[in-house]
């Protein structure tokens, strides 16, 4: 991450939901999780999206009984929700 660059792509994230999760308290592995899930769905302008455990792996260099945890965690907290079809979204 030499130079970052808004030109480079960025990711859009509501100001509500901001400002939600600031009261929020995370462990490290719940805010990896949450920074690639939004890298995964706001960062391509979609409000959900079916991602793989392995992409989240890949994602977050955590091993995928850790990704899956840590999800399961945030949809019990519901931080995050999982919907019918199998999609991820905050």
Request: contains cysteine; hydrophobic residues 40%.
């Amino acid at each position: 991450m030499a130079s970052p660059q808004l030109e480079n792509g960025y990711v859009r994230i509501a100001n509500e939901l901001v400002e939600a999760l600031a009261r929020t308290h995370l462990s490290s592995h719940e805010s990896q999780i949450l920074w690639a899930l939004w890298r995964k769905t706001y960062g391509w302008h979609k409000k959900s999206d079916r991602i793989s455990l392995a992409q989240f792996a890949t994602a977050t260099g955590l091993r995928k009984d850790v990704c899956s945890r840590t999800l399961t965690r945030l949809i019990e907290r519901k931080i995050i929700d999982k919907n019918v079809n199998g999609k991820v979204a905050t």
